[in-house]
């Protein structure tokens, strides 16, 4: 059951349209990501559904409530924002249970559930602490309490772990994960880091330009991009251009490097050119079966290396292998052979 639909939701500032005619459903208990980079109006759309932007045409409706005219306060949903907003003259039992002070909740339910949303953010005890006494991560878990203590349907977070160092930030996504099926409740969370969001959400949006590229899972739009901008965005793709045809029922991209046999079922209609997505752990490397192709660089990094390979028309095409596993001493300037089996490339037709 949809908790939140935006139904051709439009937003401009000046002559940029930040958001454009997105029309978008998110699941009663979903870690739902929207994911883009930066000016793709991903945050705009989070704003729109906390009450602090207003659509200039399109309905959002949270709870089958249009939220027309609904002031933020009003509104079942909570935010975090990127910079955590945390009171730095209140200790962290005030800052926590702020808002139900500004309802009038009475103090003794107010201690109760302080306390309640501190142990589930795994802050006992920190209640006297002043923010200044506490890591970057314990002051957005400060945040994550502040917002989950008023008990929202749905918890928006703007690029929640971008302030945090690399190491903290692998933890939080964990936490975050556990936390988010804690609750059960909707997170919304923006980002424009795709490791985030694949390890974290049940189902991203992909934005550009204001407009919605492709919903869907993080394994399918891996491993079945929309578009030429979806297959690039999420991690790393080597991308063929050609004309299409139909031969064996199957899709064959004649590319300048070559016949690339597409996966899946042909389309009803082909264009004139098209473009063919193929991951670099695809590709296998060896001394002796495949086209022949030089290697031009190496990157270690750590159980995986990735290799960028020169094509003899000079294409450069990307190869990840696990590193200390069957590397042959390949070592760049090597003429190596390069193969993929059919059907390993996906079609995109825009």
């Not at 249970?97 to 201690?111: D, H, I, P, S, W």
């Not at 090597?334 to 995109?348: E, F, H, N």
Request: proline share 7%.
């Amino acid at each position: 059951m949809a908790i939140i639909q935006c139904e051709h939701v439009s937003k401009k500032f000046g002559s940029v349209a930040a958001v454009d005619d997105v029309s978008l459903s998110i699941e009663e208990g979903e870690f739902f990501a929207l994911l883009g980079p930066s000016g793709c109006g991903k945050t705009t759309l989070l704003r729109m559904l906390a009450g602090l932007e207003v659509p200039d045409s399109g309905r959002i409706l949270i709870d089958g409530i249009d939220m027309a005219g609904v002031p933020p306060n009003r509104r079942p949903v909570n935010m975090v924002f990127q910079s955590y907003a945390v009171f730095p003259h209140m200790n962290v039992a005030d800052n926590v249970g702020y808002g139900l002070k500004v309802e009038g909740v009475g103090v003794a339910e107010c201690r109760e559930r302080i306390e309640a949303a501190l142990t589930l953010v795994q802050l006992n005890g920190l209640g006297p602490r002043m923010p200044a006494q506490l890591s970057g991560g314990q002051r957005q878990r400060v945040a994550l309490a502040r917002a989950l203590i008023k008990r929202p349907r749905v918890l928006l977070l703007d690029e929640p772990l971008s302030a945090l160092d690399a190491k903290l930030r692998e933890q939080m996504r964990i936490e975050l994960a556990q936390l988010q099926h804690k609750v059960g409740i909707s997170f919304v969370f923006v980002t424009h880091d795709q490791d985030e969001a694949m390890a974290m959400a049940t189902r991203c949006a992909v934005m550009e330009a204001g407009r919605l590229q492709q919903v869907a899972s993080p394994a399918d739009l891996y491993e079945a991009p929309a578009s030429r901008f979806v297959a690039d965005f999420i991690g790393t793709v080597n991308l063929f251009e050609g004309a299409p045809h139909i031969e064996g029922g199957r899709v064959v991209l004649a590319s300048p490097q070559g016949p690339i046999v597409c996966a899946g079922p042909a389309p009803a209609t082909l264009p004139a050119r098209a473009w063919a997505a193929l991951r670099p752990e695809k590709i296998s490397l060896s001394r002796s079966q495949g086209a022949p192709a030089i290697i031009r660089h190496i990157s270690y990094l750590g159980r995986e290396s990735l290799y960028e390979v020169e094509l003899a028309g000079g294409k450069r095409l990307k190869v990840r292998r696990p590193s200390g596993s069957g590397e042959d001493g390949f070592a760049p300037g090597d003429t190596v052979r390069i193969a993929w089996p059919d059907g390993a490339a996906v079609l995109l037709l825009r």
